[in-house]
Structures are given as structure tokens and as C-alpha cells.
């Protein structure tokens, strides 16, 4: 038996219309096991007081092993003052092209900030560092882990908050329930979720999504092959 809403229905196909989440019954179960903590897990760079200096990738590291936002973490010689700016471009879930500025203050001994937009894909970074004392200073460049503002983007769009049916969070081996799914669990915006602690490495977490996005007005949505 023949399948498929493009073969019966061939307007979908000629016509450019599209048939969107929030038309079919499915749940997608997205599973994150042990995401990567490391502070130089995408690049680094090395440089002095007012330098800008490309983000050297390590091999594959252009690539997050999960869509998700970034940390800088900018470090020096104990007593020494660095920080700077990280310009960033890549891509997030979707494929859609992105940008972003983190900055990290000039203090002593360094800093951290981490980004607030969702990558699947780092292509290109330079990190400027701010006015400070001589000597190098060393920008590591990896991804969120602190508590709720650690993003992961889901492979699907979500339409609201009730999107999320169920998440499940594993630390050590040993399930903690999350409990009612709140706010501070999710970003409608990005389409992602949020960690639900701060994170050592040893963690996974399921999510049930059961999208009822609209894509009707998504400009992203009329481009297709």
C-alpha cells in the first residue's frame, strides 16, 4: 500500500504548502547522555591586552555534540587581570545561520560568561581581549553548564510550554524528578530546554515533545527543496 500526504495530496507538493507539527500526532523523544563540560571543548585562543586572535577549532569541535549555548571562560597568571569579547557565527538546530557577542569583564585572574543563543555548529570565532595588564591570557571556548541557563535545542519546534510532556533528569546513575515542568525548564524562543542543575559531565536527561508549533508564518519554513 502506497503512503505518504505528498502522493495523495499533490498540492503539498506543487503548490508549497506544507504540513506542520501541530497537523500530526507525534511525540519526539530527544535523550542527552554525559554532555561535554570541558572549558575548551569547542576552541581556544591565546593572546595579550587588546589583541584579537582567532578561535583555534580542535578536530570535529566546530560541531557541539549537542545543540546548545556556549561558555567562555578567559584565564590567566594568578594576580594578572584579562577579558574580552568572543564574536562568534555558526548555526543553530535548524540549520539557520546565527551570531553572538559574549563578554567577559576584565577582572582578576580572569572571568566566565555563558551565551544565551543555541548552536549546533560553531564556523568562525575571534576573541578580542580587553584592555589589561601585559602578559597572555588564555580564552576557552565550550559549552553551558551552570544551572538553568544552560540551553540544549530540541529537534523540533515547540508551540507552548504543554509541548513538554515529560522530563526526566539522571545524575550519577540515580533519576531525580524534576517535577512540575516550570519556566525555568524550557525557552519557547529558542525551541530548547533548560538544564535542570548545574552540570559535572555525569549527567542525562529524556524529554518528551508532542510539538503543536504552527509553521504557517515561519519565513524559515518557505524555503524547501
Not at 554525559?34 to 591565546?46: E, H, L, R, W, Y
Not at 595579550?48 to 561558555?71: E, K, M, V
Not at 584565564?75 to 540549520?95: C, M, P, R
Not at 519557547?188 to 504552527?214: C, D, I, P, R
Amino acid at each position: 500500500m502506497s503512503t505518504g500526504l505528498k502522493k495523495h495530496q499533490p498540492e503539498i507538493r506543487f503548490s508549497g504548502n506544507l504540513v506542520t507539527p501541530d497537523e500530526i500526532d507525534a511525540y519526539t523523544v530527544y535523550t542527552v547522555v554525559c554532555p561535554a563540560v570541558v572549558n575548551a571543548s569547542v576552541g581556544t585562543a591565546v593572546g595579550t591586552s587588546t589583541q584579537a586572535r582567532a578561535i583555534g577549532f580542535a578536530s570535529g569541535s566546530r560541531f557541539l555534540d549537542y545543540p546548545r549555548n556556549l561558555r567562555v571562560v578567559v584565564s590567566v597568571a594568578s594576580g594578572s587581570t584579562k577579558g574580552g569579547t568572543l564574536a562568534v557565527v555558526g548555526k543553530d538546530q535548524f540549520g539557520q545561520a546565527i551570531s553572538e557577542n559574549l563578554a567577559v569583564a576584565v577582572a582578576a585572574d580572569g572571568g566566565t560568561t555563558e551565551g544565551t543563543k543555541v548552536f549546533m555548529e560553531v564556523t568562525a570565532g575571534t576573541f578580542t581581549f580587553g584592555t589589561a595588564n601585559a602578559g597572555n591570557g588564555t580564552c576557552e571556548v565550550g559549552c553551558g553548564i551552570v544551572g538553568t541557563t544552560a540551553l540544549f535545542g530540541l529537534p523540533v519546534k515547540l508551540g507552548a510550554a504543554a509541548d513538554i510532556r515529560r522530563y526526566n533528569w539522571t545524575a550519577n546513575n540515580v533519576s531525580v524528578p524534576v517535577g512540575t515542568i516550570g519556566a525555568d525548564q524550557y525557552d519557547l524562543t529558542l525551541h530548547a530546554v533548560k538544564a535542570w542543575k548545574t552540570m559535572a559531565g555525569t549527567e542525562a536527561f529524556q524529554v518528551w515533545v508532542k510539538s503543536t508549533y504552527n509553521a504557517e508564518y515561519d519565513a524559515h519554513n518557505l524555503t524547501y527543496v
